[in-house]
C-alpha cells in the first residue's frame, strides 16, 4: 500500500503565480485533512473533507482552496502565491474521524 | 474548534520514562485522544489512541481520567530515538486541530 502520496515534494514559486498540491490516498478513507506547517512550529488545519464532494474550512482557510471530486484525491490549490505561504503542507487521512490520521511525507513549498 | 494544552518541551535521560500530559478542557463525548510523533522533515506518525482509562500498545501507555479532562502520554524507557515533538488530539466531529506539540529532548 501506498498509503498516503504527496507531490510534488519541493516547490519554489514567485509571487502571484498559483499551483496545486496534489494528494491521494490508496487506503479508501473517507476523511482527508490539509495542514500547513511553519518552521518550528505545529500544524494549522487549512481545509478538511468528510467525503468526496464535502469540504469545509480549517484554521487558516484563505488564499486556498480544494477539491474532492474522488474519494482517493484531495487537491489543494494556492490561486496568487505569497510569501506568508512558504511552509510545508502535509495532507492526511482516516477511514473515521475519531481514527488514527495517515500522514503524507509532505510538500516544501517557498514563495519568493 | 476545540484546542488541547501541552507543555511547550521537555528534557529527559535515556533509559527514564516519559510522561507528557494534555489537557481537554473541552473534550466532546464522543471524542476520542490520539497521540502523535513528528521527527524532523516528516509528516506526524500516529502513537495511540484512547476514550477512558489505559490503553498500552509496544510503544507507549495512554492514561485518561474519568472526567478525560486530561490525557497522559507514557514512554518507557526513552532511547535518543524518541526525540522528537509529540502532538495530542481530540478525534471527533468536526474537530481535527493539533496542540502546539511538546519538544522532547532525550539526552545521553
Known amino acids: 500500500n501506498a498509503g498516503v502520496t504527496q507531490t510534488p515534494k519541493f516547490r519554489i514559486l514567485k509571487i502571484g503565480q498559483s499551483m496545486t498540491l496534489q494528494c491521494t490516498q490508496d487506503?479508501?478513507?473517507?476523511?482527508m485533512y490539509w495542514y500547513r506547517q511553519d518552521p518550528g512550529m505545529g500544524l494549522k488545519l487549512i481545509y478538511y473533507s468528510v467525503g468526496a464532494g464535502i469540504t469545509d474550512k480549517g484554521e487558516v482557510p484563505n488564499g486556498y482552496n480544494v477539491s474532492r471530486s474522488t474519494t482517493e484525491d484531495f487537491p489543494l490549490r494556492l490561486e496568487l502565491a505569497a510569501p506568508s505561504q512558504t511552509s510545508v503542507y502535509f495532507c492526511a487521512s482516516s477511514y473515521l474521524e475519531t481514527d488514527g490520521y495517515t500522514f503524507g511525507s509532505g510538500t516544501r513549498l517557498t514563495v519568493v | 474548534l476545540a484546542k488541547t494544552t501541552q507543555p511547550i518541551s521537555m528534557d529527559s535521560y535515556e533509559g527514564q520514562e516519559v510522561n507528557i500530559t494534555c489537557s481537554h478542557n473541552n473534550i466532546a463525548t464522543n471524542d476520542y485522544i490520539t497521540w502523535y510523533q513528528q521527527f524532523p522533515s516528516q509528516g506526524p506518525r500516529f502513537i495511540i489512541q484512547g476514550y477512558k482509562t489505559k490503553v498500552t500498545n509496544e510503544v507507549a501507555s495512554l492514561f485518561i481520567p474519568a472526567d478525560r479532562k486530561s490525557s497522559t502520554l507514557s514512554l518507557p524507557r526513552v532511547s535518543l530515538s524518541d526525540t522528537a515533538v509529540y502532538y495530542c488530539l481530540e478525534a471527533g466531529t468536526y474537530k481535527y486541530i493539533f496542540g502546539t506539540g511538546t519538544r522532547l529532548k532525550v539526552l545521553a
Open positions: 487506503m479508501n478513507h473517507n476523511y
